[in-house]
């Protein structure tokens, strides 16, 4: 797993309501597998986002990434719309998020429809088990979301796990899948100083690549692009 920054993302904003939200981007060109937006937690904008960012690069994705102000849908709404509005499709459309991003990722999955979702440690920082469930507003999804979270996550219990996992499974109409990994606490995604943490760290990339790459439909090449219109013309 290769955490080297060798793209440097692009900083602009997107409006957002009254606000204008800063995002950073990475484009291809040419003809990329897909775009992932990535959602992140204040403050790692820039300290975790382009390293995310280059990671997904080097699996043909470009991507869009803005931090999370509170742990609900609306910035990864408009960052969606802000995809659309550049000629992505939906099912072109993945997006990663991770902590306070992570449960924002999970409440977007519950109302926007794209390719796929990845939450890794979708929980609130400092949370204490018990306090209420971060997940408990969330019955089910209607994009294909995977959870990736840490059993040592003193922000969620393995009750509310559970009950998340079940409630998903049993009311979700597209495929959801809940992985825990035993030993490690919220921050697994972005460590690998100890064997626990290291296996948890990779082996949660790896699931995440798999279920972008089954589930985001790769962007038509221009030649495909004028097969469809030659297609379309024909048939019409």
């Known amino acids: 797993m290769n955490d080297t ?21 990475i484009s291809l060109g040419r003809t990329p597998r897909g775009l992932v937006l990535v959602l992140c937690e204040r403050s790692d904008l820039d300290r975790e986002a382009p390293r995310i960012m280059n990671r ?12 999370v102000d509170q ?3 609306e910035y990864a709404q408009r960052l969606s719309e802000v995809a659309v509005e550049r000629d ?6 993945g997006m990663v998020g991770l902590g306070d991003g992570g449960l924002a990722c999970l409440a977007a999955a519950a109302s926007i429809r794209i390719g796929a979702a990845v939450s890794l440690s979708p929980t609130v920082e400092l949370g204490i088990a018990g306090a209420g469930s971060p997940f408990e507003e969330v019955a089910e999804v209607v994009t294909p979301w995977l959870g990736l979270l840490g059993e ?7 009750t509310e796990i559970n009950a998340l996992r079940a409630r998903l499974y049993d009311r979700s109409d597209v495929h959801t899948q809940v992985v825990t990994y035993p030993g490690v606490g ?23 690549v798999e279920w972008l790459e089954l589930r985001v439909a790769p962007r038509l090449t221009p ?7 030659r297609r379309a013309a024909m048939s019409g």
């Open 71 to 73: 742990p609900n849908g």
């Open 152 to 158: 040592a996550d003193p922000g969620v219990s393995p």
């Open 5 to 25: 920054v060798i793209i440097e993302p692009t900083r602009s904003t997107v409006a957002c309501g009254q606000d204008e939200l800063p995002v950073l981007e």
């Open 186 to 208: 919220r921050d697994f995604p972005l460590r690998g100083d100890d064997g626990l943490s290291y296996a948890a760290c990779y082996d949660g990339w790896q699931r995440t």
């Open 56 to 67: 997904l690069a080097l699996h043909g994705y470009c991507s869009l990434a803005a931090e």
């Open 223 to 229: 030649l495909a692009e004028q097969w469809r219109r």
């Open 88 to 93: 992505w499709a939906p099912d072109q459309i």
